[in-house]
């Protein structure tokens, strides 16, 4: 579902009007684009005069014939209006930045960490708000970071190593950043072997604390944060520093609990 400010007052525009589409579905592929301008015209009240382009050779003829490389292609009213991002352009709706910075990957690995933890502590213990949930919470969710960040480890280890103290000054540790946020989160959520996870979680977090906070608030760098993956664009600062302080309070909290 569409939820731009914008769509109402475009639908109201556009009634009882006509657009002619023309999209690729053939037998192996069909354009995700192609769906996505029916779905945004048939949503903005147009008839849609839909046109398959089902083999490659009826796709080259078309692009030749309209001086275009793309498909799909949308018309309304006799004029080209283009693909599925000059589309949304056209009714001036908003238009995505693949390159522009985003918290989204971050919040979404926060929610799903504490969606699992208050799922495993309503299964475990009958109620979701338990303190085993808030401890679970930070064990999985460091989990989920690492498991971003071992997707691809080339990239994470090159974004990590433009911030981080200790990688600056010894380049294995950025590969070895993940298995070891991994580890201490496993052992955290089992609540075993603490001897080893405690320090892990202290060691990484407190270095990686420091060295956010001092490429961020004291150089005042504008980077990107490796805490999702090396693909991410979540901008390095408050997030990066919440999750190592989590994983230095975590490591605090269970050797307070051992004594």
Known sequence: MIHDQTLDQATESSKAKKAVLYRMVMDKHTCPWGLKSKYLLERLGYEVEDHWLTTREQVDAFK?????????QTFIGGKRIGGHSDLRAHFGLRL??????????????FATGAGLALAA??????????????????????????????????????????YDLLAKRFVPYAYAYPVLEWTAGALMTAHALPWLSIPIGLAIGGIGGISVF?????????LKCACVGGSGAVPLGFVSLTENLFMVAMGLWMLARMI
């Open 121 to 162: 502590s309503w299964a475990a213990f009958g109620t979701p708000f338990t303190l085993r949930a808030a401890e679970w919470f930070v064990s999985m969710t460091m989990m989920l970071l690492a498991m971003l960040k071992l997707q691809d480890v080339e990239q994470f280890s090159t974004m990590f190593l433009g």
């Open 96 to 109: 995505q930045d693949p390159k522009a910075t985003s918290y989204r990957p971050v919040l979404a690995v």
């Open 64 to 72: 030749a014939r309209h001086g275009v490389t793309t498909t799909p």
């Open 214 to 222: 001092y490429a961020v608030y004291i150089q005042k760098r504008e």
